[in-house]
């Protein structure tokens, strides 16, 4: 049967297809699949108007086959092309065997026989833990088959152009998937794509348009995408109700909206100090110990609580405060309670534990007793995994030599107990380098000072571990940006490594090697499969002094940086905020108030 694109005819003897032909796009550059898994060969029950347009294949051709056959070069090929690269489609294999996504480029023919390559993303879709099925997205590029023996593929920049079809055969088979309802449509399928998928979804027809518009969709797609924490810490934020997880979901993906913005707060700490330690509880930021004159070991407690109308650091009466330290680290666990883990001190190194509640009254530090603690050091690199897991790595021993062991401390169990992530290799001894979450259990070490033989230098490295492996190991992340010197951000040490929902990791700052500018940010996706490291150009004034500087995300829309190195003093009172989302934020300064709408 044809159908007529200007009305709805019956789909099958239960009522009206449910939608019309007309709604499905002529221009865009993208194919929609879905294939039913749970058939073994995993057929095809759904293929968009532009997958025929672009293959030349009908809909009723192809509904039924596995989509191999866009392997052989015209229908009438029995074997797969030669120029297939067969370990992309043993990749492929392996994924939709283990039930887990796919993304790849796979040489592709018409139906003609030309060339295509086929850039592809492959997304199970569960139900009732499940697979039911495969959702491909799929964008097509021209190739050309290379004469040579070798058979290489030269691809074109250019997206092959769609040209309107006012005449086709449609089968009345490609309407399996409307027959979902609206319900099982949002919260089984799309609520399971990446914001950049369910985009193009959007696009493949006007049911499919309606429902990646609705703002609890959209939630759904950036918990899944981002976790259920960061999107539980995004809610919290002023003006996020406003704007809609649509557009949130969008800035966090292309930054179109991040800015620098310069501001002050009231208040003093004193005395004078550098070394310290900060974090960001929810709206509030905490200074703790430092470095004195004459090298004095710090150990007061300082709150700037930026939700105020009048922001101004306080110093804060705490019961049974830690020794003083500088070189320490402070970590966020639960909410409103910090953990602060070794330093330098007046009698040398510490490997102790301390924990402070701020919604206690009075706000008390208390001693953890950890078991089995690593040695004592400082400069090491710290990061909180699910709310109760602290990370400690590297750093420097009391001897001077640098450290390469990474230690886990579960602050959640009776008697908390070290742990040793024992790793059949590791990364080169350092200091000054970041530890930073991302994904659910995975881990990024980047920068610092590093031990390569018997020589320090600034360092560049990237190296990931996923905690969640039953044997956890490092492995180094090889940036393939083609916009920076070398594809990679400039040596450096002492700078901060912030994880931006979708698990891009934002680089800023340090001591920096050579002439690179210590100011500029760099975005590195360790999810990618070719990971990329990026130059991210915002608007706004940007911190003149961004080595010895702090910084802390607020509220997950907010990159607060204070001071830094000035040569003579480190400035407290002068603030930078980068702002990652176009919320609604109020922020006075100590002179005047600004209401802000960004």
Same mark, same amino acid.
């Given at each position: 049967?044809?159908?007529?694109t200007?009305?709805?005819l019956?789909?099958g003897?239960n009522?009206?297809?449910p939608f019309p ?15 039913d898994?749970?058939?073994p060969?995993?057929p ?7 997958f ?7 809909a009723?051709?192809?509904i039924?086959?596995?989509c191999r056959?866009?392997?052989c ?5 029995k074997?797969?092309?030669?120029s297939?690269d067969?370990?992309?489609?043993s990749?492929?294999?392996r994924?939709?065997e283990k039930?887990?996504?796919?993304q ?5 023919f018409?139906?003609d026989?030309?060339?295509?390559m086929?850039?592809l ?8 833990d499940e697979i039911t099925h495969?959702?491909?997205?799929l964008?097509?590029t021209?190739a050309?088959l ?8 030269t ?8 040209s ?7 089968s009345?088979g490609?309407c399996?998937?409307f ?12 609520s399971?794509l990446?914001?950049?998928?369910i985009?193009?979804v959007?696009?493949v027809?006007r049911?499919f ?6 703002d609890?969709?959209w939630?759904?797609?950036?918990q899944n ?8 810490v995004?809610?919290t934020?002023?003006?996020a109700k406003?704007i809609?997880?649509v557009?949130l979901?969008?800035?966090f993906?292309?930054?179109e909206a991040?800015?620098?913005?310069k501001f002050?707060?009231g ?8 070394n310290f330690?900060?974090?960001?509880v929810g709206n509030k930021?905490?200074i ?11 150990n007061d ?19 049974s405060p830690?020794?003083?330290r500088w070189?320490h ?5 639960n909410g409103?309670?910090l953990?602060v883990?070794g ?5 040398? %190194?510490?490997n102790?534990v301390?924990? &402070?509640?701020?919604?206690?009254d009075p706000?008390?530090?208390r001693? $953890?007793? #950890? *078991?089995?603690p690593?040695?004592p050091?400082?400069?090491?690199s710290?990061c909180t995994l699910?709310?109760?897991?602290l990370?400690?790595s590297?750093g ?6 640098l450290?390469?062991?990474t230690?886990l401390?579960d602050l959640?169990m009776?008697?908390?107990?070290w742990?040793?992530?024992r ?6 001894s350092?200091?000054g380098?970041t530890?930073?979450?991302?994904g659910?259990?995975k ?5 610092g ?5 018997s020589?320090?230098f ?11 492996e039953s ?5 180094p992340?090889?940036?393939y940006?083609t916009s920076?010197?070398g594809g990679v951000?400039?040596?450096r %040490?002492?700078?901060?490594?912030i994880? &931006?929902?979708g698990?891009q990791?934002l680089?800023?700052?340090?001591? $920096?090697? #050579? *002439?690179?500018s210590a100011?500029?940010?760099y ?11 990026r130059v991210l150009?915002?608007?706004g004034s940007s911190p003149?002094f961004?080595w010895?500087?702090?910084?802390c995300v607020v ?6 940086v204070?001071?830094?190195q000035?040569?003579?003093e480190?400035m407290?009172?002068?603030a930078?905020?980068l ?6 934020t109020?922020i006075?300064?100590s002179?005047?108030?600004e209401k802000?709408?960004?």
């Amino acid at each position: 049967m044809e159908w007529d694109t200007d009305f709805d005819l019956s789909g099958g003897d239960n009522g009206p297809i449910p939608f019309p032909v007309s709604s499905l796009p002529k221009t865009a550059t993208f194919g929609f699949v879905v294939s039913d898994a749970l058939d073994p060969d995993h057929p095809i029950i759904y293929v968009n108007t532009v997958f025929e347009i672009i293959t030349g294949y009908r809909a009723d051709e192809v509904i039924g086959k596995n989509c191999r056959f866009l392997q052989c070069r015209g229908p009438y090929a029995k074997r797969r092309h030669p120029s297939v690269d067969s370990t992309v489609v043993s990749k492929m294999r392996r994924c939709l065997e283990k039930g887990i996504e796919f993304q790849g480029e796979l040489l592709n023919f018409r139906k003609d026989g030309s060339p295509l390559m086929n850039k592809l993303r492959l997304v199970p879709i569960r139900e009732d833990d499940e697979i039911t099925h495969i959702i491909g997205v799929l964008f097509f590029t021209d190739a050309k088959l290379a004469p040579s023996p070798a058979k290489e593929i030269t691809i074109k920049r250019s997206f092959t152009s769609v040209s309107p079809i006012r005449e086709r055969n449609v089968s009345r088979g490609l309407c399996g998937i409307f027959e979902l309802s609206d319900e099982v449509m949002a919260y089984k399928i799309l609520s399971r794509l990446a914001p950049r998928d369910i985009a193009s979804v959007g696009c493949v027809c006007r049911r499919f348009s309606e429902l990646t518009k609705n703002d609890d969709v959209w939630r759904m797609v950036c918990q899944n995408t981002w976790g259920s924490e960061a999107t539980r810490v995004l809610e919290t934020v002023p003006g996020a109700k406003r704007i809609g997880w649509v557009q949130l979901a969008r800035e966090f993906t292309t930054h179109e909206a991040t800015a620098w913005r310069k501001f002050s707060v009231g208040g003093i700490v004193q005395p004078s100090r550098c070394n310290f330690s900060t974090c960001a509880v929810g709206n509030k930021i905490v200074i703790f110990g430092g470095e004195g004159v004459n090298m004095q070991p710090m150990n007061d407690t300082f709150v700037l609580d930026l939700g105020s109308t009048t922001p101004e650091w306080k110093s804060v009466l705490v019961s049974s405060p830690p020794p003083g330290r500088w070189g320490h680290t402070l970590s966020c666990v639960n909410g409103s309670r910090l953990v602060v883990f070794g330093g330098y001190g007046s009698h040398g %190194l510490l490997n102790d534990v301390f924990l &402070l509640d701020l919604d206690a009254d009075p706000p008390t530090w208390r001693e $953890v007793s #950890g *078991l089995a603690p690593p040695i004592p050091r400082s400069w090491h690199s710290s990061c909180t995994l699910d709310g109760t897991k602290l990370i400690v790595s590297g750093g420097c021993a009391d001897s001077g030599a640098l450290l390469n062991d990474t230690f886990l401390l579960d602050l959640s169990m009776d008697i908390p107990t070290w742990k040793e992530i024992r790793v059949p290799w590791s990364p080169p001894s350092r200091l000054g380098h970041t530890l930073t979450v991302y994904g659910d259990r995975k881990i990024l070490m980047f920068g610092g000072l590093a031990e390569y033989g018997s020589r320090r230098f600034r360092s560049n490295d990237a190296y990931t571990m996923n905690l969640s492996e039953s044997e956890p190991c490092w492995r180094p992340v090889v940036g393939y940006g083609t916009s920076l010197p070398g594809g990679v951000a400039a040596p450096r %040490l002492d700078h901060v490594a912030i994880s &931006l929902p979708g698990g891009q990791i934002l680089i800023f700052g340090g001591s $920096v090697a #050579g *002439l690179d500018s210590a100011s500029q940010l760099y975005l590195l996706d360790p999810t990618e499969e070719k990971p990329a490291w990026r130059v991210l150009n915002v608007k706004g004034s940007s911190p003149l002094f961004a080595w010895g500087h702090t910084t802390c995300v607020v509220g997950g829309t907010r990159l607060v940086v204070f001071g830094g190195q000035t040569g003579e003093e480190w400035m407290l009172n002068e603030a930078h905020e980068l702002l990652l989302a176009n919320t609604s934020t109020k922020i006075t300064s100590s002179r005047h108030a600004e209401k802000r709408l960004f």
